[in-house]
């Protein structure tokens, strides 16, 4: 027989207690009185026969044990949030989370065409910064995300290729003169769209110019969309994502001081729980975004294999 596990009544006010370091802040939280969750911690405290709280007068402090089980019992809750709220909220629309740069330079435009296509599935979409594209399913508020990534994202989990990631330098028209030896990256601003330079380094590992270019100098960003900003205002070369400024190598905004483009290994990918309750919805979205990836101009550039 499994054993009994304490009543989840005084899990929560043990929970919204640690969470405020108060037990009167939790009694307001939960519409009781203090000494009703005074009570429901002294009865956790007699069943685990340990201290989940410190007192010192007024002041409240967490012991050991206490933090471990504030720690998953704070996540056991979201859980338990998110699966009513999903049987509360619209079955047609999708919370979708995404990063920044691929929501700035194209997810945006698409998503407001798709509005205009299939008004019946509504999108909320969330633009998060992230530096390693990652999310929790179970414990984050979204149905479904992008995420940049190889393509491994677990056994619970579908997954469906928007596109590949093929980094190449770009520059303001007038920036650099057309084809010049690597050796000139040397003479001019960098513009690194990561703090730890691992784009300019790939790419450099690509066209095995890696020990050509020093890579310490130059300009840091968060975002590959902050580079590409700061190379549209003629400030330097940076590294951008092939078909992310698609358009702007078109309308003449900016241009590739080199024509090959490289390979990372990583992908666009479209992920969502395998138990998803809106998994209907998020194959419609699928099949758009799908459809609706900008072509790339592949006479301007020559594509090298795949670097790690």
Not at 149 to 175: A, N
Not at 197 to 202: A, K, L, Y
Request: charged content about 25%; aromatic content about 8%.
């Amino acid at each position: 027989m499994t054993e009994r596990i304490p009543a989840l009544y005084s899990l929560r006010a043990f929970e919204v207690a640690a969470r405020h370091g108060s037990f009167s802040k939790a009694a307001q939280e939960l519409s009781v009185t203090q000494s009703a969750v005074s009570h429901h911690i002294k009865n956790l405290e007699s069943l685990f026969d340990c201290a989940l709280f410190e007192r010192h007068g007024p002041r409240l402090s967490l012991t050991v044990p206490g933090r471990h089980l504030a720690a998953e019992l704070k996540t056991g809750f979201k859980i338990i949030e998110n699966a009513c709220a999903l049987l509360k909220t619209d079955r047609h629309s999708l919370r979708l989370k995404a990063p920044s740069t691929l929501t700035m330079r194209w997810l945006l435009k698409a998503l407001d065409r798709f509005r205009q296509i299939d008004p019946h599935c509504h999108v909320q979409l969330s633009s998060v910064w992230m530096d390693i594209d990652s999310v929790d399913l179970y414990t984050e508020p979204y149905d479904c995300a992008i995420l940049l990534g190889p393509g491994h994202f677990g056994s619970d989990l579908d997954s469906c290729k928007l596109f590949d990631e093929w980094l190449i330098p770009v520059c303001h028209p007038q920036y650099l003169s057309d084809a010049p030896d690597l050796s000139v990256l040397n003479d001019v601003e960098l513009l690194h769209p990561s703090a730890d330079r691992r784009d300019w380094r790939r790419w450099l590992t690509g066209v095995r110019g890696r020990h050509e270019v020093n890579l310490e100098r130059g300009q840091l960003f968060d975002t590959l969309d902050q580079g590409i900003g700061a190379a549209l205002q003629g400030l330097g070369v940076s590294v951008a994502d092939q078909l992310l400024v698609s358009a702007e190598l078109r309308n003449g905004q900016l241009r590739l001081p080199f024509k090959q483009a490289v390979a990372t290994g990583d992908g666009y990918y479209l992920v969502w729980l395998k138990s998803s309750l809106k998994a209907r919805q998020i194959g419609t979205l699928r099949d758009y975004l799908l459809g609706a990836v900008p072509a790339v101009e592949e006479e301007e550039t020559m594509k090298s294999g795949q670097v790690r």
